[in-house]
Structure formats: C-alpha cells, structure tokens
C-alpha cells in the first residue's frame, strides 16, 4: 500500500509539471548543465528525478528529504544512479568526493535565505574545478504575465522570492552567475528563474 501511495504521490507531481510546462525548463537545465558522459552529477532536491533520461549516461547521485519521491526515483531509475532518502550534508560530500555537475531544480525557494546560503556553500565544496552549477526556481518578474505570478503565488515552496533575491544570494558566493527567465509562454504558463554558477569566490 506504501508503495502504491509513493507512486501515484511522485506520478502526481510529474503530471503537475507537466501540466505547466516545468519539464520544459527541466530540459533547458540540462542542456546548460551540459554533462558530459562519464562524469559525476550531484542533484540535491531530485524529486522522482523525471528528467534523469534527458543526461548521458553518467555517475548520478540524487537526494531529496521526501521518502515516497525518493522510492519513485529508485524504481524508475534505480540502475541509473544512487537515491538517498535525506537532505545533503558535509558528511556526504566528504564520503562522495567532488561532481562535475551540480543540480539545483526547484529546490532553493524550498529553503529560507540563510539555508539557501550554507547549501550553496557546502556545494561550493562538493565542486571539481571548473565545476557548474545550475539552478531552477519559481520567482517574481517584472513583466510576469498575470497568470505566470498567479502560479507562482500558489507554488508549495515558502520562499518564492523576486528573481533578483535570488540573483544576489548567488553573487555573494559566486564570480560567474548567468541567468535566464524560463517559460510564461502558452507551452509553458508558469516561469522559472535559471541560473548557471560557476568560479566559486571561495576558490579564487
Ligand atoms: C519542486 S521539487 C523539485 C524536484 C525535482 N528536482 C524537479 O525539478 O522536478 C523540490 C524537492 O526538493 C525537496 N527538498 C526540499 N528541501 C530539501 C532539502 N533540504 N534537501 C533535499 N531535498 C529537499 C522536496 O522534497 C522536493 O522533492
């Protein structure tokens, strides 16, 4: 019965983004993260990991606080990379070593400012050099169509900031941030605030 809840609660949320366009911008992540088969991907905040087939075959390692998302991911994926059932701390970037890739979709407006800060820094340090990272988030636009804000404002997530906010978090820890506005688009109504980090200040 567990099981069969865990399913429908992760084919419940895949079907959500569907609706919206979200696996869209999934997939324009992917394509900035660019990864490179072989290489090491770190996902913090996976989900049921939908969009695990759009990257090469790689060493993939995906965590998420949610214990059903986590048993999706592993059906689904289980011969694809390693799920754990618990957030990312220290202790694992000691034991994992460093990524190539790092994934942040739809979990920093999950987090309040001061958990957005340690998270970023303790990614800092789970980063080969020359790393990238690239997150995802609903945020607030200037110019957001009606309908774009409206789903922002209904969003699970706590901490839907103006994109801006997000921008400045990432600067204070950050050279290198690239951004980008995602969808409000009819294919994709809801819009989502990219950003591919990269040159750590803490390494230069
Ligand atoms: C909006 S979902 C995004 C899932 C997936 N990355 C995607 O893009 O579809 C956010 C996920 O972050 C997870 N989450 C929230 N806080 C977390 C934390 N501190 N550590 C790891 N995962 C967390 C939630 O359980 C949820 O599955």
């Known amino acids: 019965m567990s099981a069969w809840l865990d399913r429908a609660q992760a084919a419940l949320y895949v079907l ?21 088969a072989g290489q090491r991907i ?15 075959p ?18 689904r994926f289980g011969d694809r990379g390693t799920f754990y059932s ?3 701390m220290s202790s694992h970037c000691e034991q994992l070593g460093q990524f190539d890739g790092v994934m942040l979709l739809g979990l920093l407006h999950h987090l309040d400012d001061a958990e957005c800060k340690s998270l970023l820094e303790l990614v800092v340090r789970s980063m080969k050099p020359g790393a990238r990272v690239v ?16 789903i922002a404002r209904r969003d699970r997530g706590k901490f839907v900031r103006p994109a801006e906010q997000f921008r400045s978090m990432a600067e204070g820890v950050f050279e290198r941030v690239e951004t980008r506005i995602v969808g409000d688009t009819l294919r994709m109504p809801a819009s989502h605030f990219m950003m591919v980090l990269e040159r750590p200040r803490s390494a230069s």
Do not use: M, W
Not at 19 to 30: I, K, T
Not at 42 to 56: H, R, T, V
Not at 135 to 150: C, V
């Open 16 to 36: 959500s983004q569907r609706l919206v366009g979200a696996d869209l911008a999934r997939e324009q992540c992917v394509a900035a993260l660019a990864p490179r």
């Open 42 to 56: 770190l996902d913090i905040g996976c989900g049921p990991a939908y969009y695990l087939n759009a990257l090469p």
């Open 58 to 75: 790689c060493e993939y390692h995906g965590f998420d606080t949610d214990r059903a998302q986590i048993a999706a991911a592993r059906e």
């Open 86 to 88: 618990e957030p990312y």
């Open 135 to 150: 997150t995802l988030d609903t945020a607030f636009f200037p110019g957001q169509s009606g309908l774009a804000a409206a």
